[in-house]
């Protein structure tokens, strides 16, 4: 039997059907009920133009039978206008009944008993990775001689980490009572005059993301699982993130993985067929070979600041976060979002880039199952890009290029739809 729609205080549910869970997938109907939050700052630019590629996409791939059934949800200063909260219940359990879910970018309002709207979303619905794919798209501007190289999808652990990181202020009692603990219990060397800081990484945290990232790259037939992590240093935290993640695809995924030391002293280097390769890197080091080595790289799963750091990084390769797309995803709740901030100082231009919203929405079409029109959001978007009709911030980097709005560039992208 199926779950009642919940009762709302201020939204109501359009007409439509709702997405459930099979025994291994996703059911979804002809037209799901799919929440959205608009966003701050630049959201209701950049939702409006993509809803526009999203809903044409749809359209022509599926001849007009297939349609998504928009519900609009509220957080951050829209839903302090509408409710006095940043993040309503309504919203939360919208999100959680309904399944899938997008939103635009937010600022966390001062004042408002939440550190990120976005890290609050994550913790609160139980969405434990955050995966981020980077590629390069024909024709973007890029910092490096190779941007095509980098094809990566980055899991990043989501709950943990510096994530649920505990913290003691310098000078406080709090702090003075750990350091206390530490030095006089436990034999650590602190000084006096330091904040302390504790991260936990657990067993269940850790294994629950590289599973998904392994059974990802299973299902989307990649080569290789790289655990990213600093366990040379700190090897009860970084390095027992390692050390679970080779338990999982030992335990779990046996047949299916095969771990850089098998391959050598094994196979001899040779790669089975069929196989995906587990292997794991320093953070340092990784940081390194995405620049000089980026196609070695696939998958790449590891805890929450590398994560961090890491998506952002490889995004800068292949043009920035303006065409870096998200979602945070838990057992099977999915929250896709823009990569970037709100740029209040943009609001309203109709002028910035829509790029990482239309991408996180390739990722959510792609996660209902429906591929050919991710597909044609992919390359209408590329196709635009190569005839340089863009945005301001890539038209600034294209000799020759056509600068257009944002909505001006959803309606290009939507004319080079085949």
Same mark, same amino acid.
């Given at each position: ?32 009920? /799919? ?17 526009? %590629? ?46 899938? #879910? /997008? ?8 004042? =408002? ?20 794919? %980077? ?77 998904? #990232? ?34 999982? #695809? ?32 320093? #953070? ?14 696939? %998958? ?58 239309? *991408?996180? =929405? ?6 209902? =199952? ?10 209408? *978007? ?11 911030? *890539? ?24």
């Amino acid at each position: 039997m199926a779950d009642p729609t919940p009762t709302f205080e201020k939204i109501s549910p359009p007409a439509g059907e709702r997405i459930t869970i099979g025994r291994t997938r996703l059911r979804v109907p002809d037209n799901p009920i /799919i929440p959205f939050v608009t966003g701050d700052g630049i959201g209701p630019d950049i939702m409006r133009a993509s809803k526009r %590629v999203w809903d044409a996409a749809v359209e022509k791939a599926f001849e007009g039978k297939k349609k998504i059934a928009w519900f609009e949800i509220y957080a951050g200063e829209m839903a302090m206008e509408k409710y006095g909260v940043p993040m309503p219940k309504d919203s939360l359990e919208a999100i959680k009944h309904f399944i899938v #879910a /997008i939103k635009g970018p937010l600022t966390t309002p001062v004042g =408002g008993g939440i550190r990120s709207l976005n890290v609050a979303f994550r913790q609160l619905l139980e969405l434990y990775a955050c995966v981020r794919p %980077v590629r390069w798209y024909r024709g973007v501007p890029s910092p490096v001689k190779r941007p095509k190289a980098l094809d990566v999808v980055i899991y990043r652990e989501n709950t943990e980490d510096v994530y649920s990181g505990i913290e003691y202020q310098q000078g406080t009692p709090e702090a003075k009572r750990v350091r206390d603990f530490l030095v006089n219990e436990m034999g650590a060397k602190i000084r006096e005059d330091s904040g302390i800081g504790i991260k936990p990484i657990s067993i269940t945290g850790t294994k629950r993301l590289v599973r998904k #990232a392994i059974r990802y790259a299973i299902q989307s037939k990649r080569h290789s699982v790289t655990l990213v992590h600093k366990g040379n240093i700190m090897k009860f935290t970084e390095g027992a993130f390692r050390d679970w993640g080779y338990e999982v #695809a030992r335990e779990e995924f046996a047949d299916e993985t095969i771990t850089e030391q098998e391959l050598w002293d094994k196979h001899g280097g040779e790669m089975p067929k069929g196989k995906i390769l587990i292997k794991d890197r320093i #953070a340092d080091s990784m940081f390194q070979q995405v620049l000089t080595r980026p196609d070695e790289y696939d %998958v790449v799963a590891m805890p929450n600041l590398n994560g961090d750091y890491m998506s952002d990084a490889c995004a800068a390769q292949v043009g920035g976060l303006g065409m870096a797309p998200g979602a945070n995803i838990g057992d099977w709740v999915a929250l896709f979002e823009a990569t970037h901030g709100t740029a209040p100082k943009y609001a309203g231009k109709d002028m910035v880039n829509p790029g990482s919203l239309m *991408l996180s =929405g390739v990722m959510m079409l792609e996660y209902l =199952g429906w591929k050919k029109a991710a597909k044609m959001v992919q390359r209408a *978007l590329e196709k635009t890009i190569k005839q340089k009709v863009v945005t301001y911030d *890539l038209e600034r980097q294209m000799k020759g290029a056509t600068k257009v709005s944002t909505s001006e560039f959803a309606s290009a992208i939507i004319a080079n739809m085949g």
